[in-house]
């Protein structure tokens, strides 16, 4: 069953370094998403992503985030200066169209501490 | 998205049926209603969808009601693998899904 594959599953970085969370959505998927999860914590949606550029974003994805496909394949995630508070598990998920009757479909996380 | 209303928490013993509920009453005509479930360190898994009809997959069953302002996620026989959180999303905007708190499921050996 094809599946969202996410690298690295976990990572661990010193506050203010660049970050760069990778994904390789569904192969013939055309949106995208990054949500993230801090422990304990419910899961947030940070950005959708459709026809190489962002279609929606939260209040949680600020100038810090940004996002990329930079091939066919894969799907990236960078957070410019982490913070503490960006601790947290990031899912990638991605579906075949935008009816909701589509399925979304998400990768196992990286795991992101922040120290 | 539509705003759903899960009970915190559930039990369950292992090869019985589990009825998991979930209360929509603003969920419009157009709303899919989707099930996720989350095991311990892992990412949302994708259980089941549906729009009015009832809906049978190899992972479960999902009852809605006449009225679509309620629907049931049903396990036949649960397993100590079905142990997890599930959430209950009702979709509106056809391009993301809003997570709750969603139901911990504990299954007793």
């Known amino acids: 069953e094809p599946e969202v594959t996410q690298t690295p599953s976990h990572q661990v970085t010193q506050m203010g370094q660049e970050v760069i969370l990778r994904c390789v959505p569904i192969s013939n998927h055309l949106y995208f998403y990054w949500y993230r999860q801090i422990l304990g914590q419910k899961v947030e949606f940070l950005v959708s992503?459709?026809?190489?550029?962002?279609?929606?974003k939260s209040e949680i994805f600020d100038d810090q985030f940004s996002v990329e496909r930079p091939d066919g394949s894969n799907f990236t995630l960078k957070i410019r200066s982490t913070k503490l508070e960006d601790s947290a598990m990031y899912f990638c998920?991605?579906?075949?169209?935008?009816?909701?009757?589509?399925?979304?479909?998400f990768g196992e996380g990286s795991w992101l501490t922040v120290v | 998205d539509a705003k759903t209303t899960q009970p915190n928490s559930m039990e369950s013993n292992e090869e019985e049926p589990v009825h998991l509920p979930c209360n929509h009453s603003t969920i419009s005509g157009t709303d899919y209603i989707h099930w996720y479930r989350q095991l311990p360190s892992q990412g949302p898994e994708y259980v089941i969808h549906?729009?009015?009809s009832n809906v049978n997959n190899r992972m479960a069953s999902l009852a809605i009601a006449e009225d679509r302002k309620s629907s049931t996620l049903i396990l036949h026989r649960a397993t100590l693998r079905d142990a997890a959180v599930y959430y209950c999303?009702?979709?509106?905007?056809?391009?993301?899904?809003?997570f709750g708190e969603g139901t911990q499921l504990t299954v007793n050996p």
């Open positions: 998920a991605s579906r075949a169209g935008s009816h909701s009757g589509n399925t979304i479909y």
């Open positions: 992503f459709y026809n190489n550029e962002i279609s929606e």
């Open positions: 999303i009702g979709e509106t905007s056809g391009s993301r899904l809003t």
């Open positions: 549906g729009l009015t």
